[in-house]
RNA sequence: GCUCGAGUGGUGGAAUUGGUAGACACGCAGGACUUAAAAUCCUGUGGGCAGUAAUGCCCGUGCGGGUUCGAUUCCCGCCUCGAGCACCA
């Protein structure tokens, strides 16, 4: 019987499903581990190439920790709510609940043909009210709760209002927008509005505004990405900076958690990093400085108190507060221009434009050392959202000061001397203080604690520690969203709403209202629920489902609680989170923080929701462009052929996506579309229909390949389905895996899958002679034998251990030809081999074990094979001889010839001579097992 | 501009983190089987030079230095590519 994928496949994932042979129980006494992919959103394009690659391998994962003994909890869902579903819904009219619905259905079609052993008992789907229910739950506990920086932790807001009932707020020690102090009595003669306001100050959700990026002839919410140039990408309409009253997080309240729980979990460097960087801890103090003929003062936040000396002026964000009451009238006009200028570009703008611009107010700050009289600029490389909005400029000392105050010739004056510190540069804290009075000498660090202290003792300012995380906006003005369970009342007082789920209220038309409303404005009677409350129009962002998901497959179906306590002291926390990088700061960020705060509720018993995380690499794709002349011949388009381009200038022709199913040998330096292609192509775009191609001898017209992103805009997305149907599943598995490394980014490409299937045919003739009966003996193995096995054993566990799955696919290969070198039928040697390919190729395993090797099903509940070092002995090591990185000839040495032996022996070898080719022995380096090297001269 | 990665044959990639560079696979070449092709199997395959040949010599892990008996691996300086970014005071 010749191996046939398709018909063992199909009947096993049959048994697998009908014995629910992957259903995880709560209720166990083996340890527990807990293997989570991220959930993908379900695209209207379906699963891709590049998607399983990361659940194949937390696959392979899950499968050797269940045969290791271990509880396996591997579930998989859905993050279905997204601004994909709502624009379908707004350009086809098909509602996101329908077309998610579809979407979902395919996933999980596709997701089974790729035979993982996930417990779909377990399945969630963030838009579904039985799930959102509890991200709603959870939203309000956010809005119910502060942080008590006393504690250390969240409390209630209810708490807080009893403190506030009592004593004000003066000894409270808590996160919060604003300080105003307030006494008891204050408080207590305060109304409900004005009461509501000051508790938004310290809620963990919170109002505040906010700015969106607002176009008005599209009469949407943009997001970052659609806008470019301050115009929008689709349309290039105008787009402005729009203030709205916004849900927020005020994930700023851990920050310092959140930077120290990255000590304790396995993330890489590289993502750890990026973390911290994000959070961006950074000490210094607050400094307030006075201003010439005004009463306010302005905060600046520095790192380097040390260098006031050499402040020698003051930039506010174009944004502050104060700009408008200290410009002075003769430059009113010229400040106005620059803040509409720098307001309506995005800060990936700012960012990225290196021109140095900014305006002088015409007002004067006072140095608070040194009462020098300071010009007060603003700049859009001062950002409001970090810090306090202000700097003060230190242009001998900072990298963007200094070209600021050369472009506007402003004063430079050097106050720390770099000259003893040779590789030290601008901004290192290294340096001797010159020019500055009382801290002349000092070293840097030396300097800013001085200083620090004579800020505190002149009462002019603090030491501060600044993070530039900032708190996350929660408010998107779309449909397809949880929305947020909160009424107003006719004050505009918030009010949780008491009866959730709050579901979506049904709309037919998903668009904004005409006076920019978001759509949910549409439920009219959804909006205006009862007597004179009306609800949030806002919905929650894509990542508020996402936060707190892996929780609830712990629990799924539970209808009292997000997750019962048992559930949550049984799993505790995720053993392997496996994802794309992009994910690798705002996800996991957000999660964390939601994580922190349950914990700090006390309904989940770690600190940190995941020990170990493992990003993969993106599976690239190939992108085929055809070439298009810019103008018109007689009223037709004109497609050139590639080899003919040449005869045309750069600006006469573009460059159009092609499909990559019309292209032959795409991915090629010849990948061409033939006759069937172009009339392909033409049918795909009829406006193309009598457009003219102007083709090479062949009747090619050859199109231009390169690498890059596999995206349904780029046409190149390649479908698993068609590979899965002519090789199998196990092949496929095998080979996304055989393809590198998981963490490294790899462009798609087939060629390669014979070898695998080739392999796997290898494998399979080792159990079944070609009559396709049973080979398998009970013959006892030879030491040879045993030697391959092991060697295999030990490889394939530590290539798993380390997530290396090319190495252990290679290893597999290596194995199976050795043994088939071999005809090794030996049971003892065969039956420890199929249980070690098992993780890797499910189905061919299973089927080998109940067919081939008479057991039982499931070879999924066996125990993964341990190796044993003794059969890995050899008697003898072959010694390279090396003459400096020259192997000059090899000799057999006793495997258990100590370094002394082996060194002794080289230097009475008669052979010694021939080695050295003339020169001095100067000494001899053995390492045991490796090589004898001669040093010579 | 900043941060973090990565550069190894024609291609994807190995190398026990300082010890024989190129495992395994694709591709290519030659051969076997076949009327032929496909499929399958076997052999060879980093580059260069010399030799009928076995073989020998030289070069070789992006580039230039350094440390070391020994460097793909560690250090310094460059180049290129990729990813991320919120000019972080």
């Not at 009469?219 to 470019?228: I, M, Q, S, W």
């Amino acid at each position: 019987m010749d191996y046939r994928p398709q018909d063992i496949e199909r009947k096993w994932r049959k048994y697998w499903e009908d014995h629910a042979t992957y259903k995880v129980s709560n209720d166990n006494d083996r340890p527990k581990y807990y293997v989570l992919d991220m959930f993908p959103y379900p695209s209207g394009a379906g699963l891709h190439v590049g998607h399983p690659l990361g659940y194949i391998a937390s696959d392979i994962i899950a499968r050797y920790k269940r045969l290791q003994g271990y509880n396996v909890l591997h579930p998989m869902g859905f993050d279905a709510f997204g601004l994909p579903a709502e624009q379908y819904a707004i350009r086809i009219g098909v509602h996101p609940e329908v077309s998610t619905a579809a979407n979902v259905k395919t996933y999980r079609k596709q997701l089974d043909n790729l035979g993982f052993s996930y417990d779909w008992s377990r399945q969630i789907n963030t838009s579904d009210p039985k799930y959102y229910k509890w991200t709603q739950t959870i939203f309000l506990k956010l809005f119910g709760h502060y942080y008590n920086k006393k504690t250390d932790k969240a409390e209630t807001i209810d708490s807080l209002i009893q403190i506030f009932e009592k004593e004000g707020n003066q000894h409270v020690h808590a996160e919060s927008t604003e300080e105003t102090i307030f006494s008891a009595q204050d408080w207590n003669s305060y109304d409900a509005k004005e009461k509501d306001d000051i508790l938004m100050n310290y809620r963990l959700a919170y109002r505040k505004i906010g700015f969106v990026n607002w176009c008005e002839e599209l009469g949407t919410v943009l997001a970052n990405d659609e806008v470019k140039d301050g115009r929008s990408e689709r349309g290039n309409h105008p787009v402005i900076k729009r203030p709205m009253m916004q849900w927020a997080l005020r994930i700023t309240a851990y920050a310092e958690r959140l930077l120290n729980g990255l000590d304790q979990v396995e993330f890489s460097e590289a993502l750890k990093t990026q973390q911290r960087n994000w959070i961006g801890r950074s000490e210094g103090a607050r400094i307030f400085f006075d201003i010439e003929d005004n009463d306010a003062k302005i905060e600046i936040f520095t790192t380097r108190p040390d260098t006031i000396f050499g402040a020698t002026f003051v930039v506010l964000a174009p944004e502050h507060e104060l700009v408008v009451q200290l410009t002075s009238t003769k430059y009113q006009n010229d400040v106005d221009a620059y803040i509409s200028y720098a307001t309506n570009r995005s800060e990936r703008e700012r960012m990225a434009d290196k021109r140095v611009t900014g305006q002088f107010i015409g007002a004067y700050a006072i140095n608070p050392i040194t009462k020098k009289k300071l010009p007060i600029y603003i700049s859009d490389y001062v950002l409001i959202g970090y810090g306090t909005g202000a700097i003060m400029a230190v242009p001998s000392d900072d990298e963007r000061d200094n070209k600021f105050a050369k472009k506007f010739g402003i004063e430079i004056i050097d106050v720390v001397d770099l000259s003893a510190f040779e590789d030290a540069k601008i901004g290192d804290k290294r340096g001797v203080m010159i020019n500055s009075d009382f801290i002349n000498g000092m070293k840097v660090p030396q300097a800013i604690d001085r200083m620090l202290e004579e800020v505190e003792k002149r009462g002019i300012g603090q030491r501060k520690v600044n993070y530039r995380l900032r708190d996350a906006n929660f408010s998107r003005q779309r449909y397809w969203g949880e929305p947020f369970p909160v009424k107003y009342d006719m004050d505009g007082v918030s009010h949780p709403e008491k009866n959730l789920p709050l579901e979506l209220p049904e709309l037919n038309n998903f668009k904004p209202t005409k006076d920019g409303k978001p759509p949910l404005a549409r439920a009219e009677e959804w909006v205006n629920s009862s007597q004179g409350f009306t609800r949030e129009l806002d919905t929650m962002p894509g990542y508020a489902g996402s936060s707190w998901y892996f929780l609830r497959y712990m629990d799924p179906s539970n209808e009292e609680e997000p997750f019962s306590q048992n559930a949550v002291n049984y799993w505790q926390d995720v053993d392997l989170y496996l994802g794309g990088a992009e994910h690798a700061v705002g996800h996991l960020m957000y999660s964390r923080f939601w994580h922190k705060f349950m914990h700090d509720l006390g309904i989940v018993p770690t600190e940190e929701p995941y020990k170990k995380l493992v990003n993969q690499g993106m599976i690239q794709g190939i992108i085929e462009d055809v070439y298009m002349l810019k103008e018109k011949q007689e009223g037709k388009t004109v497609f050139v052929s590639a080899d003919k381009i040449g005869t045309y200038q750069e600006d006469q022709y573009t460059q159009i996506h092609t499909h990559i199913d019309f292209v032959e040998d795409y991915g090629s330096e010849h990948s061409y579309m033939n006759e069937k292609g172009i009339q392909q192509f033409k049918e795909w775009i009829p406006e193309y229909e009598n457009a003219i191609f102007d083709t090479n001898d062949q009747g090619h017209l050859v199109t231009h390949s390169e690498v890059g992103k596999m995206s349904k805009s780029k046409y190149n997305v390649i479908n698993p389905d068609h590979v899965i149907e002519e090789h199998g599943t196990d092949c496929f598995r095998m080979y996304e895996m055989f393809l590198g490394p998981l963490e490294q980014s790899k462009p798609w490409d087939t060629k390669g899958i014979t070898g695998v299937s080739k392999f796997l045919r290898k494998f399979w003739n080792l159990y079944f002679g070609v009559d396709g009966s049973p080979v398998v003996t009970d013959v006892d193995p030879t030491p040879k034998e045993l030697k391959i096995l092991h060697t295999a054993i030990k490889k394939v566990n530590l290539a798993l251990d380390t997530f290396a799955f090319n190495v252990a696919v290679a290893e597999f290969m290596v194995a199976t030809r050795d043994l088939a070198k071999e005809k090794c039928t030996k049971r003892a040697i065969l039956e420890p081999l199929v249980i070690l390919i098992a993780p890797f190729a499910p189905h061919i395993a299973e089927e080998i074990w109940v067919n081939a090797l008479g057991k039982e099903a499931s070879i999924h509940h066996v125990t993964f094979p341990k190796h044993d070092e003794k059969y890995l002995v050899v008697s003898t090591h072959t010694y390279p001889i090396q003459l400096g990185k020259k192997v000059r000839a090899k000799v057999d040495f006793p495997a258990e010839a100590s370094k002394d032996e082996i060194e002794q022996a080289i230097r009475n070898s008669p052979d010694l001579d021939s080695w050295l080719q003339g020169k001095q022995l100067i000494k001899v380096i053995v390492v045991p097992k490796r090589l004898v090297n001669l040093v010579a001269k």
